[in-house]
DNA sequence: TCTGGGGTCCTAGGACCC
DNA sequence: TCTGGGGTCCTAGGACCC
């Protein structure tokens, strides 16, 4: 028998923290907004018996959330990171073994507390609430999967006040035959229409599915989950946080951008943001890329999303050279005629700062390094990896490369370098 | 010059999650 | 006019290496 395994789930996360400190705001509707005020990212209770959909675009809803009073508030990330990391420290007192996963939600390790789990989690519920005022769902089962199960009946069924321990078969069954297969974590539509497809219908019947056949349809994502829903776990708990394999900063436009200076001052302070980020964490990146994208609401205007990477000669985490390279790629990206809608920088390769391999340029601000890498992304496209390859690689590889290259195409290296 | 297996690394895209 | 931001994992196919 698998150990137990708790999800802990904050409540309608950010909506709770709102009424947190603003108190009379309890049984009233609530929402909250996304940045720019766009759309609805969460709700009270009070505001889905409202029929308030997620991801709601607040300006074709502000004159039903006027008519029903619905509380509307714009979000504040900083209270919800401060508030989170409150739950987390109290949830870790309840366990060894804590994987924070979201913002609002933990796994637990309850090895060792089998013959005290109603007791145990009715405590550690009852803690959080007292101490933070948050509310939270708290689902047991043998494996993630089933514990996101347990955890959505905890939340929807009052009469288990917020806890449901899904251990025994029959518990299981009954779990999983109160939902459809979109309530599985990992199944959203795409994949609920094709198992439909294959007349798999039921989250049971997915269960009683053969792995090893379903993994030939799908992947091997779906062969887990498959062995998880039979309470075979796949899917470990983390209790060390690992590093960031990517950071992202961007925006939407709170109206269309159109000219190139607009962008630029957006893409810089999105690099310096990215960048911040990843010196926070101790972190370097060998490899940026920036996107924009036109607004894809708009199904009136001509659509264009594009991305531009670029490869740093050293792996960095200096705002100025970041920026410097995203403002490259962006040129590179950016086209006239098109409404803008977002942009954004992403961080790709991210690795410790100390392990970080000096790259074939020693100097990076040296504005010859940065001719050379435009011209090694031009041959890129010419020539396909293998300059991508000497690039990366170690002076001498370069020149190995180079002698390659140079014998195989008759242009000469500094002709393509064209520096 | 041809043949070829096994492995790695890349990009691009798909799908999902909170 | 107004529809979020930040992530992860997987696959397929191309190109390359030994």
């Known amino acids: 028998m698998a150990d137990p395994l708790a999800l802990v789930d904050c409540n309608n996360f950010y909506a709770s923290c709102e009424r947190v400190f603003q ?169 609920e229409a094709r198992l439909l497809a294959l007349n798999i219908r039921t989250p049971l019947q997915l269960r009683d599915a053969d792995p090893r056949h379903m993994r030939q349809h799908f992947s091997v994502v779906m062969e887990r989950m498959i062995l998880e829903l039979r309470g075979t776990p796949c899917i470990g708990l983390e209790d060390t946080t690992p590093d960031k394999k990517s950071i992202i900063a961007s925006r939407s436009f709170g109206r269309a951008v159109f000219g190139i200076e607009e962008m630029r001052e957006a893409v810089a302070s999105y690099a310096a943001r990215a960048a911040e980020k990843m010196r926070r964490q101790n972190l370097v990146t060998n490899h940026l890329t920036v996107f924009v994208e036109t607004n894809p609401f708009r199904q009136q205007d001509q659509q264009y999303h594009a991305s531009r990477s670029i490869r740093l000669p050293a792996a960095s985490a200096d705002t100025g050279k970041l920026t410097h390279a995203a403002l490259r790629a962006l040129e590179a990206v950016y086209k006239c005629d098109y409404r803008y809608k977002k942009a954004g920088v992403m961080l790709l390769d991210l690795h410790k700062a100390e392990k970080a391999q000096p790259g074939l340029f020693d100097n990076v601000d040296d504005p010859a390094s940065w001719a050379r890498m435009s011209a090694i992304d031009a041959l890129n496209k010419k020539f396909g990896q293998a300059v991508w390859y000497a690039s990366a690689g170690t002076r001498k590889q370069w020149a190995m490369k180079r002698e390659q290259i140079s014998s195989r195409y008759t242009t000469s290296w500094d002709e393509l370098l064209n520096v």
């Open 23 to 191: 108190p009379k705001l309890r049984g009233q509707p609530i929402v909250v907004l996304s940045n720019n005020d766009g759309c609805v990212i969460a709700r009270s209770n009070e505001a889905k018996a409202l029929g308030v959909e997620m991801g709601a675009p607040w300006h074709l809803n502000k004159e039903f959330f006027a008519k029903h009073r619905v509380i509307v508030r714009s979000s504040n990330y900083t209270l919800y990171g401060d508030m989170s990391g409150r739950v987390m420290n109290i949830l870790a007192g309840f366990t060894p073994d804590l994987e924070i996963y979201s913002i609002d939600e933990a796994f637990l390790s309850l090895a060792g507390f089998e013959t005290r789990l109603e007791r145990h989690t009715r405590d550690l519920r009852a803690t959080v609430l007292q101490w933070t005022g948050i509310p939270v769902s708290v689902g047991v089962a043998a494996t993630k999967t089933l514990a996101k199960v347990a955890n959505r009946f905890a939340k929807k069924s009052p009469a288990r006040a917020g806890i449901f321990v899904m251990l025994e078969p029959d518990d299981v069954d009954t779990g999983l035959a109160g939902l459809q297969l979109r309530d599985l974590w990992g199944v959203a539509h795409r994949t």
